[in-house]
T-cell receptor, first 112, second 108 residues
Framework: SQTIHQWPATLVQPVGSPLSLECTVE??????LYWYRQAAGRGLQLLFY??????ISSEVPQNLSASRPQDRQFILSSKKLLLSDSGFYLC???????????FGSGTRLTVV | QKEVEQNSGPLSVPEGAIASLNCTYS??????FFWYRQYSGKSPELIMS????GDKEDGRFTAQLNKASQYVSLLIRDSQPSDSATYLC????????FGAGTRLTVKP
């Protein structure tokens, strides 16, 4: 069966510090991968998605970036965090358009 | 106009009642529709998918789709306190768009 791993679960970082969140999927090949952010009491905002290695599409311009160095690995990064980057970051995978998404357990990021 | 709209709630129902959650979407060409359940502090979990007009039942859950009215709903029969969560409606056209969610509370 397929599983998705996301870490760390919680993170407290100072403003201006770098960020690296990692997500890996097991049990499938060539999944579509997604990064979402959920602000407190808000809906899910799509940040990045990837349909293959090295292929990244960005939904919103901001100080975050994403990379997919391996088929089942998706990384979210920032060189300098802002207070507004605080939120619940979720990685998800799917088998393609029309299929539901499976989410990782999420990373709760607090920028102080 | 938001792409996917849901009443934010909170929706409160007594235990054993039917909870009715509603969602409208703006893109007429959307073909895939989903309901996710999100417990407080946790990640969303896919509970229902529906692709054609009509009803789809899975246990205590029934998803209803009306493409002409651009309307999706989720019915939860025999609601239990463990159903208390935020329910997210999602519509997939080129990518998945989520509503902000409806918070459901089932009171014992």
């Amino acid at each position: 069966s397929q599983t998705i791993h996301q870490w760390p679960a919680t993170l407290v970082q100072p403003v201006g510090s770098p960020l690296s969140l990692e997500c890996t999927v097991e049990g499938t090949s060539n999944p579509n991968l997604y990064w979402y952010r959920q602000a407190a009491g808000r809906g899910l905002q799509l940040l990045f998605y990837s349909v293959g290695i090295g292929q990244i599409s960005s939904e919103v311009p901001q100080n975050l970036s994403a990379s997919r160095p391996q088929d089942r690995q998706f990384i979210l990064s920032s060189k300098k965090l802002l207070l507004s980057d605080s939120g619940f970051y979720l990685c998800a995978w799917s088998l393609g358009q029309g299929n539901g998404y499976t989410f990782g357990s999420g990373t709760r990021l607090t920028v102080v | 106009q938001k792409e996917v709209e849901q009443n934010s709630g909170p929706l409160s129902v007594p235990e054993g009642a039917i909870a009715s959650l509603n969602c409208t979407y703006s893109d007429r060409v959307s073909q895939s529709f989903f309901w996710y359940r999100q417990y407080s502090g946790k990640s969303p979990e896919l509970i229902m998918s529906i692709y054609s007009n009509g009803d789809k039942e899975d246990g205590r859950f029934t998803a209803q789709l009306n493409k002409a009215s651009q309307y999706v709903s989720l019915l939860i029969r025999d609601s239990q306190p463990s159903d208390s969560a935020t329910y997210l409606c999602a519509v997939n056209t080129n990518d998945m768009r989520f509503g902000a969610g409806t918070r459901l509370t089932v009171k014992p």
